[in-house]
């Protein structure tokens, strides 16, 4: 990150960006600077900025958007997410040694192959930034800094016990942070027992960030998400029943738009703090996409108990399905 900041600051940007690794938070925020600095004025509704979302990439389409010319400015800014092209063959870097200097690509991938051609050619002729989880020496002071910008402190005995509830992806932490700053506005002091009263295990703060990244479309972020539990020994069965539990509460929240949130949580026996994350979800959704979803939800668990698909491809599957 630091890279990208040195560019900023000086204003002298590489044509090529690739920014991968495991901590998505981190990726977005670099992505975000480069979008506002190269462009230089707001992407939404830019003639000039141009996003390409995988897998697959459309090579053929890109290509003609990189060689093409910016419309009245000095740049366009090209976005390519998840495309996997760091992991196989393609013939990209042909085109990419003859692009206008006016066009700026950013890459974003989760992993790379180091001995792909692409990787090599960007390695050389433009930025390559590796983000991954920070350290547990870094987390807390990251954790400390967040707060610190919302007028919030926070004792190093808490930011650890949120650390060892919520993980280190910083999505899940945010989540929590948010809960916290809403749980403790009159102090705006965080300790160990608000943390332990507000805090939810890693599992659910991780199914809530989950479930931001599929009702993004982030397939390859919710699937890395759901592979950490897997690994953390979190049961595929348990981790499907929190899912269909969470569009259960969407579709209730959707039937009960005009109540106000506190009868909605008392209702729904959910935190009222977390009503807002739950009504900023629902809005992605008509009440049927909700209805289908927790059908598609059903129909892997039948699959898995019947014995006709492995729990765990069952619900990788249906991640897809449900962030499509």
Known sequence: MQTITKHIKNGEFSHIYLLYGEEE?????????????ILNEPAEGNMNYHRFDGPPVNISNLIEQIMSLPFFSDRQLIIVNGSELFKSSNNLCDSLCDMPD??????IESAVDKRNSLYKY?????????LNHETDRELPIWIAGYLNRYGYKITMRAAKLIISRAGV???????ELEKLIAYCADTKEIDTPAVEAICTSMLSSRIFAMM???????????L???RDLVLAKEPPSKILSLLTRHY?????????SHETDMNIAKHLSIPSFAIKKYKSQAAMYNRYDIIRRINCCVEAEEGFKTGKIQPQVAIETLIIQLAS
């Open 25 to 37: 938070y981190n990726i977005n925020k670099c992505r975000n600077m480069l979008t506002d600095n």
């Open 102 to 107: 006016s066009t700026y690509i950013v890459f």
């Open 122 to 130: 960007v390695k050389n002729k433009g930025t390559i930034v590796e």
């Open 169 to 175: 992806d910083k999505t899940a932490l945010t989540c």
């Open 212 to 222: 931001d990244y599929i009702v993004s479309g982030k397939r390859a972020a919710a």
């Open 224 to 226: 890395n998400l759901y």
């Open 248 to 256: 259960n509460i969407l579709a209730q929240i959707k039937d009960m």
